[in-house]
Structures are given as structure tokens and as C-alpha cells.
């Protein structure tokens, strides 16, 4: 195809950024954007060129290559549901549900049809990723620590756990995405939450939480998420393997081993733009580097909800690996 035409679902602030990189690519075209906020999507389609689409349905008739899912976390499903059923390439946008039920459901989908997706895990795409990943390589990682240390988000649905699913499934789920990459999986997680919402009206997930985590390979590690700051105070983690420790954020790398210390500085909006490029290239058939396929944001999805899970319940849970990307399963079991 020499144009990928690309349909928009949502124009919030992540379907906006979206917007702005798509339009930047010579190859894509904006056909449609649809918002349950009809002046939204107005407001997102018309400087794009892009028709207002009343619902999913419209935007489909525009005959779409891709469309970008980019809702809030208690919104995914209906529209997940629909691409698939249409045979629609699509971007979701993480996490991809506020729930497991829906995301296990919506992999299943798109395992059956075999359709091409990519899920918003843009720190897949940092620089620093391979280098850290090498460095690794021979070293058995011993120690993570992992941290999302933030303020509540502007909208209102955020400080709702049914909503959003909490600052470990909404924000931290970028950290863990990195902690599955580069230290393996988790087969244990024991979490627990102040139980003081932070001092937003309705208010009901916890304003911190921690976790102790334990990996397949015996590694052990942490993980704390606050939203009780005004700033985005910090976001990332820190490893430690024999003779080496790293601490990756959006923002670079530092490494410490026996050369001494260094920094190896990231480009995030690199990284904003390369998940675009390789779904839009994957769509168009001209290349493959999507890194994030909906199965395996899945499994990111999994471990996120392990640790809200141990925070709302005071057990231990743990993680069982999925016998297929399709299976309907929850993935988890928890110990009284």
C-alpha cells in the first residue's frame, strides 16, 4: 500500500501525541477519528483533515488500514472487539484493559483471526535497551528495584480503581513491561497499599503501594508506585548482576561495573515515534520490529494486576505462564 490510512478511536492527550507522529510520516493519512465527546474528536480531526465519525461503526465505513485504540483503561474492549471482527490492524494503547477478563478475552480474538496489533509499551524502544539487555547478557540479573513515584493525572476517571485499575496497572505497567525484558518473569508477587486514597475527590485506590517480587530464575526484586506528589518525581529501575549495577529511565542509562561509572543518555520521543513507525511499517508489510503484540502486553497486563491484586487482597499471588497466547485463563491463583 503506498498510503496507510489510520482511524483514531479516542482524542484524549495520548490519541493527540499520536496524531501529531502519525501526520508527521509521509505514508500515513488520518481518515477518521471518533470520541464519546463528539467536540473531542472535532477538535482532534479537523486540523488533520480527518472526518468526525459519530461511533466505531462510522469509522470503519471510512475504510481504515489501522485504527489506534487509544481510551481509557475501563473503555477497551467494545472497540477491540470491533476491529477484530472487521479484520482492522490495530494499536492499543496500555494498559490495554482495566481488567483481565476483557484482555484475555480481546487476545483470544485476535489469536483466532491471526490480526496484526501493537500495544503503546514505547520504552520497548528506547535506545538504551539493547545496550543494557547486552550488558546482561552473560550476567545473571540478582536484584531489580523498581519504581513510578508521580502525581494524579488530570482526569477524573484516574483516582477510581475501577476506572483506571490504580497507578501499578495505569503508570508502573511501563516499568514491569521493562522488568519482564530485562530480568524475566515473575512467578510471585506480594504487594501492599496504604489504603489511603490520595486527597482527590472519590478517591479510592491506594496513594502508594510496594511489592516484593520473585522471578523463574530465583532473582528477587521490588516495586513502588506513589501518586502523591505534584511532579513525576521518578520512573524507572535499577539491576543488579555480579559486578554490575544499571539504572534505566526514559531518560538514559547509567551503568556502574568494574570500567567505573557512565552515563548513556535515551531519547524518549525517539521512542514515542519508533512504536509508531514499526506499526505503521508492519501494516504497510515493508518491516517487522513491532515489539509489543497484544499477546504480549498481555503478560505485562498479567503481572500488573498480580500486584494490585496482592495490595486489594493482603495475599500472595502468584503467576502461572500461559499455555497459549489464546488461552482463557486468569494466570494467577492467590493464597489465602
Not at 7 to 26: E, K, M, N, W, Y
Not at 160 to 169: H, L, M, N, Q
Not at 288 to 298: F, H, K, Q, S, T
Amino acid at each position: 500500500m503506498r498510503q496507510c490510512r489510520v482511524g483514531l478511536v479516542g482524542a484524549g492527550g495520548v490519541a493527540q501525541r499520536h496524531a501529531r507522529v502519525l501526520s508527521g510520516f509521509d505514508d500515513v493519512e488520518l481518515v477518521g477519528v471518533t470520541d464519546v465527546a463528539p467536540e473531542a474528536a472535532s477538535a482532534l480531526a479537523t486540523p488533520h483533515g480527518a472526518r468526525v465519525c459519530a461511533d466505531i461503526a462510522e469509522l470503519l465505513a471510512t475504510n481504515p488500514d489501522a485504527v489506534y485504540v487509544c481510551v481509557p483503561p475501563f473503555a477497551h474492549g467494545p472497540a477491540e472487539e470491533a476491529l477484530v471482527e472487521a479484520g482492522v490492524p490495530m494499536f492499543v494503547e496500555k494498559p490495554v484493559a482495566v481488567d483481565l477478563g476483557t484482555a484475555e478475552r480481546i487476545a483470544e480474538l485476535v489469536a483466532r483471526r491471526g490480526l496484526r496489533t501493537a500495544v503503546g509499551h514505547h520504552w520497548r524502544y528506547l535506545n538504551v535497551l539493547d545496550q543494557a539487555r547486552e550488558l546482561l547478557a552473560d550476567r545473571p540479573v540478582r536484584m531489580v528495584s523498581g519504581a513510578w513515584l508521580d502525581k494524579v493525572p488530570p482526569v477524573a476517571w484516574w483516582s477510581r480503581r475501577d476506572r483506571s485499575g490504580g497507578p501499578v496497572v495505569e503508570q508502573a505497567a511501563h516499568v514491569l513491561d521493562l522488568v519482564r525484558v530485562l530480568a524475566g518473569e515473575v512467578t510471585e508477587v506480594t504487594a501492599y497499599g496504604n489504603g489511603t486514597p490520595p486527597p482527590v475527590d472519590g478517591a479510592d485506590i491506594d496513594s502508594v503501594t510496594t511489592a516484593v517480587l520473585r522471578f523463574a530464575d530465583g532473582a528477587v526484586g521490588t516495586l513502588s508506585a506513589a501518586c502523591v506528589l505534584g511532579w513525576k518525581h521518578r520512573a524507572g529501575l535499577e539491576i543488579l548482576a555480579d559486578g554490575l549495577a544499571l539504572a534505566l529511565t526514559e531518560d538514559g542509562l547509567s551503568i556502574r561495573d568494574a570500567d567505573g561509572e557512565r552515563h548513556v543518555p535515551a531519547d524518549p520521543e525517539a521512542a514515542r515515534v519508533a512504536v509508531d513507525r514499526a506499526f505503521v511499517d508492519a501494516v504497510r508489510g515493508v518491516d517487522d520490529d513491532v515489539r509489543v503484540p497484544y499477546a504480549e502486553a498481555l503478560a505485562t497486563q498479567r503481572l500488573a494486576l498480580a500486584v494490585a491484586d496482592s495490595a486489594r487482597t493482603g495475599t500472595t499471588v502468584r503467576l502461572t505462564a500461559p499455555t497459549a497466547p489464546a488461552a482463557l485463563h486468569t494466570g494467577v491463583t492467590v493464597d489465602a
